[in-house]
């Protein structure tokens, strides 16, 4: 069964920093992973999307990149700022049905 | 969020009563989800949808139907409400999750009192 697991749960920095989300997976048969930002009480916004051929996608000050063979994906912000506080989810794509698996989330707080 | 609406957004029900959920997209896609979101559980897949009426289910079916008999409305149906239900329910939709990923509408905060 593919579990996936973000660590850490919570993460608070100043503003400017640069910072990583970790995301690991124990089932390497994935057709793409995503990442999802949740504001408090709202929905799901997709950030990024990675193939399972892809080694990586970038859009703006954020950059994920994919290593299926070890089970993991990394987010990384860029010069972060108040604005990007929320929780950021990454969920998988079952090779076999599409399913999205989750995982708990990193909630960051990014103080002025 | 574009293209996919939830309602209602908030909604209070006794238990034992039946509850009908309504996802509706503009977009045509052929895919439409419904999960639960729950504090120490994260999202978990109710039921899915692959086609007008074919539907299957997903980790936490028990105490859930769906219908969809439109390409447009998927329906989430809670035949006897239970104060386990109390969640925030999403629904998302995607013509080739291989490709495109997945759209999430905003959510229906479902408590059961």
């Known amino acids: 069964k593919q579990e996936v697991t973000q660590i850490p749960a919570a993460l608070s920095v100043p503003e400017g920093e640069n910072l990583v989300l970790n995301c690991s997976f124990t089932d390497s048969a994935i057709y793409n992973l995503q990442w999802f930002r949740q504001d408090p009480g709202k929905g799901l916004t997709s950030l990024l999307l990675i193939q399972s051929s892809q080694r990586e996608q970038t859009s703006g000050r954020l950059n994920a990149s994919l290593d299926k063979s070890s089970g993991r994906s990394t987010l990384y912000i860029a010069a972060s700022q108040p604005g990007d506080s929320a929780t950021y989810l990454c969920a998988v794509a079952s090779s076999n049905t599409g399913k999205l698996i989750f995982g708990q989330g990193t909630t960051l707080q990014v103080k002025p | 969020d574009a293209g996919i609406t939830q309602s209602p957004r908030h909604k209070v029900t006794e238990t034992g009563t039946p509850v009908t959920l309504r996802c509706h997209q503009t977009e045509n896609h052929r895919y439409m989800y419904w999960y639960r979101q729950d504090p120490g559980h994260g999202l978990r897949l109710i039921h899915y949808?692959?086609?007008?009426?074919?539907?299957d289910k997903g980790e936490v079916s028990d105490g859930y139907s769906v219908s969809r008999s439109k390409t447009e409305d998927f329906l989430l149906t809670l035949e006897s409400a239970t104060s386990s239900q109390t969640s925030v329910y999403f629904c998302a939709i995607s013509e080739s999750w291989e490709d495109y990923g997945y759209t999430f509408g905003s959510g229906t905060r479902l408590t059961v009192v």
């Open positions: 949808s692959y086609g007008v009426k074919d539907t």
